[in-house]
């Protein structure tokens, strides 16, 4: 199966601060790149992801970069703000009418 | 907006009990899925259904069953209920025809066994 890595596990930053989370995948055949967040106590809701044939996504503060080659995506956030403390899970797919297969979460704080 | 509910946030259950997790949409999203999630390993799937009267392993589905009665409901059931099965639970609904490939979760149950 996918086997699936972020990194880093735990990020702190200062508010105003850009914020890189990366996720390395496995399999190849892998052609859809969400990115997740939770909130402490709250359910994971998608924030941004893109597809094979895209290499890069905006929307306002978040961007989603994609490196098919090298097997890997990251996560950016510009400009950091205390609401943006969560956990991150990307979720690598090569079918995405069936199951994610999620990475084990990246905790970023932003301290204001 | 789409709604998954889940039958309860907080659950004690004894050793050796039989659990029933309920999980409920209300947009006619064919594919349902449940996860645990537990400190650490982030969310890990357990099972998945394409279909009503369908479904498929994920992986980690010892200890586990399933049933899909009904489109808008999927149950998750732990036959015989164990301590290293304490956890948070949680549900996850999408349509696999739509534009977007989003799941949709539950706010989760956390079931502790005793």
């Known amino acids: 199966g996918e086997n699936v890595e972020q990194h880093p596990s735990t990020l702190s930053v200062q508010e105003g601060d850009s914020a890189v989370i990366k996720c390395t995948y496995s399999?190849?055949?892998?052609?859809?790149f969400p990115w997740y967040k939770q909130e402490l106590g709250k359910r994971p809701q998608l924030i941004i992801d893109i597809r094979s044939n895209v290499g890069e996504k905006k929307d306002q503060r978040i961007a989603v970069t994609l490196n098919k080659t090298a097997k890997h995506f990251s996560l950016h956030i510009t400009e950091t703000q205390p609401e943006d403390s969560a956990v991150y899970f990307c979720a690598p797919s090569s079918n995405s009418g069936y199951a994610l297969n999620f990475g084990k979460g990246t905790s970023l704080l932003v301290t204001p | 907006d789409v709604k998954v509910t889940q039958s309860s946030r907080y659950l004690v259950k004894r050793t050796g009990e039989k659990v029933f997790l309920e999980c409920v949409q209300d947009m006619d999203h064919e594919n349902m899925f449940w996860y645990r999630q537990d400190p650490g390993l982030g969310l890990r799937l357990i099972y998945f259904s394409y279909d009503v009267k369908m479904k498929e392993k994920g992986d980690i589905p010892e200890g586990y069953s399933v049933s899909r009665e009904k489109k808008e409901r999927f149950s998750l059931i732990l036959e015989s209920a164990s301590t290293n099965q304490t956890s948070m639970y949680l549900c996850?609904?999408?349509?696999?025809?739509?534009?977007?490939?989003?799941?949709?979760f539950g706010p989760g149950t956390r079931l502790t066994v005793l």
């Open positions: 399999d190849s055949a892998s052609n859809y």
């Open positions: 996850a609904s999408m349509s696999p025809g739509s534009s977007y490939n989003e799941q949709f």
